[in-house]
């Protein structure tokens, strides 16, 4: 993404090893595991299912766990924006009030806009982060993300 500026587009990654190399081959391996287990009904495919799942399930978790430390590094950055550029009451609603979805949908708006993006959620909390992100006229890129 360093050759293009970053926007509501385009701001959506693949990690080329995961989503098309790894994800799918378990995948593969599972469902033919489920299937090799309804049609040869012995011992050994139904081992062979137990390790599809427990491979399949590694494969998840070893996606989301990264993810999942990224998305509270993300609210924590921007609990420290907020401070740093919104009013004090501004902010402090917002802590109260965001979910970490919020927060990190809000993470593309520039400096400019955020007290009125902060603002517009915090009028409807019921937003989703596709809507927010589609809201945010001035890009703040994030070519961090994982």
Do not use: C
Not at 65 to 93: G, M, T, V
């Amino acid at each position: 993404m360093a050759d293009k500026t970053q926007n509501f587009a385009n701001h959506g990654q693949f990690m080329p090893m995961y989503h098309f190399f790894t994800a799918p081959l378990s995948l593969i391996f599972l469902i033919w595991s489920v299937w090799r287990a309804m049609t040869i009904r012995d011992v050994e495919t139904h081992y062979l299912l137990i390790g599809a799942l427990a491979l399949f399930g590694v494969v998840t978790v070893s996606r989301l766990s990264p993810l999942r430390a990224q998305d509270r590094l993300i609210r924590l950055e921007e609990q420290l924006r907020y401070a740093r550029l919104l009013p004090a009451d501004l902010a402090a609603r917002a802590q109260a009030t965001f979910s970490p979805r919020h927060y990190i949908a809000l993470r593309f708006a520039s400096d400019a806009e955020l007290a009125s993006m902060v603002d517009m959620v915090l009028k409807n909390p019921a937003l989703k982060g596709k809507e927010i992100k589609s809201q945010i006229k001035t890009w703040r890129p994030d070519t961090f993300r994982v």
